[in-house]
């Protein structure tokens, strides 16, 4: 059973969360200065930043200090790394198949449409667009937008630790001769659940510049 990443999209003006149905409108109203204050606020009210601070070491530190800039440039650099090391796993499990040449074929298409979402997300993660200079340097800044950023983030940081563990299911599958070809669908499909997501997070910090 395919084990679904929590959605979050972003729909003209309003970020919608599909599991609370909540709305939050794209503003500011907060002084970069205020940026540490506000980050005590959000840490005590949001679980996305609590959980975000514990998977990654230093970035309290440069949260604390209102670094967003920095902050960002870490989550990125964790997030594009762990699918970097899932990408690595996908060929070690395509060079597994390919000692069984029907299977190898059989399997081709879709492990590389897997491997492409999984080099293009990467890619995308890495490479921020010029857009987010805006929000980074923007001296107000909503502590809702702050906090569904959080939230967009601690879903890239699970939909990374779901896709190794799909990944994970996937070797058993060709190791016990299992049933390869679902475990294949469900992966495919929660990297292509994160792109979604992640395009969705841009378009919040595009909206806030």
């Not at 204050?37 to 209102?66: A, F, N, R, V």
């Amino acid at each position: 059973m395919k084990t679904k990443i929590r959605e979050v999209c972003y729909t003209h003006a309003n970020l919608v969360d599909r599991q609370t149905g909540k709305k939050s409108h794209i503003g500011g109203q907060h002084e970069e200065g205020q940026v540490p204050d506000l980050y005590d606020k959000i840490q005590g009210e949001s679980s996305g930043l609590g959980k975000l601070l514990e998977k990654i070491p230093g970035l309290s530190g440069y949260m604390e200090k209102g670094r967003r800039r920095e902050a960002d440039q870490l989550l990125r650099d964790t997030i594009s790394g762990r699918l970097d090391q899932s990408r690595l796993q996908l060929g070690s499990i395509q060079a597994e198949l390919s000692r069984d040449i029907v299977k190898a074929m059989d399997h081709a298409e879709p492990l590389g449409r897997v491997d492409t979402g999984l080099r293009g997300l990467a890619g995308k993660i890495k490479d921020a667009p010029q857009g987010y200079a805006g929000f980074f340097d923007a001296v107000k800044v909503k502590e809702d937008d702050l906090a569904r950023i959080y939230a967009f983030d601690e879903n890239m940081l699970n939909a990374s630790d779901q896709i190794q563990a799909d990944l994970d299911a996937l070797a058993k599958a060709v190791r016990d001769s299992g049933d390869i070809a679902s475990a294949i669908r469900v992966l495919d499909g929660n990297v292509q659940d994160a792109n979604r997501a992640w395009a969705g997070r841009d378009e919040v910090i595009l909206g806030v510049s």
